[in-house]
């Protein structure tokens, strides 16, 4: 059966609608600044009205309408007023029209907190991070704004700790991963901030209505009670070193059998144990830390192919390239494997 005439006449018709009320708006932006009304008189097309005559294009008007929000931004840096009136509601009906607008809520909150508006940055950016809750964008402008705007306020080192974990978690390097977690381990330790993060996380499972943002932080929150009990450990082994005057090689040296079944009969919170350098691990831990490692490297690989069209002959090849060293395995004394053919590193 074919596409009724109606519809493919009204599709075209109703999308025609929607661009024309746009030009429109901005139109009258233009006209209202120009003649010197108060642009406390402009109208705006109500957010949820747009979205019914966008006639299942809502993310296309979202970016046609994201281009006139940047213009219009930057006609009010330019502008020795520089009231930004418009830049709220602008940003709120970009996103009402496309909530995985990944860019506009990242950068809508970046401008927003660029002119002091903290309260709608963090509405916006917030409200992305529902949506879109393993953005590295969008949690790098949240801390961003805590780490810039609101450094004094007392709320603000468990906040940007918060931040930091989940921009740790979602950085697009190991590098960045690593810079991101040590920060905020260290904000943690000095303002004995994990179990206020526990809580937070906990609360999210509980109470939050996305599936997405609840899975989110059950990762997060296992990460987090996982990390805290190598902690525990560290501190045992330093203590029975001290007393013994040996490195224990194993945590059955350590621990009674009680201690170590609570710290590790879950199965979900994988293998502690002792790395040859004498480090505590878990596997959860360095596995996550393997995919996410892997992840970027991969990727690494494939702009290399896009710019020499063929694979690297070599991981050493690879990191003469792009001037960086090959990076580590998680788990020591083991190495990655690459198949020059595929491209593919394991």
Known sequence: MGIPKKRLIAAPLIFAVAIASLTATQKRIDVIKDTGFDE????????????????????????????????YASKEFHNPERKFTWLSDLIHMVVRLDPYFEGAYANGGMLLAGIGADEDALDILHQGMRTNPRSYAISFELLQVFILNRREREE?????????????????????????LELAENIERKHDLTSYTMRRLQDIIENSDSDLSRKFAEERLLILIIRKNVGEIDSVLAAYSEESGNKASSLDEVFE??????????????????????????????????????????????????????????LEEWSKQNDTQIPKHPYSGEAWLYDPETGKVH
């Open 40 to 71: 406390d008189l402009l109208f705006l097309p109500n957010e949820h009205l747009l979205t019914h005559f966008t006639a299942g294009l809502s993310s296309v008007i979202a970016d046609l309408l994201w281009v006139r929000t940047i213009d």
């Open 257 to 314: 059998a009680g201690v170590l079944v609570a710290l590790t009969g879950n199965s979900d919170h994988g293998r502690y144990f002792i790395d040859p350098e004498g480090a505590v691990q878990n596997t959860v831990l360095l596995d996550a830390r393997q995919v996410k490692v892997l992840r970027t490297f991969n990727a690494s690989i494939r702009r290399f192919s896009d710019d020499q069209g063929r694979f690297p002959d070599s």
């Open 156 to 180: 603000t080192p468990r906040l940007i700790g918060h931040y930091l974990q989940i921009a740790a978690d979602l950085a697009p390097t190991e590098e960045y991963s690593q810079y991101y």
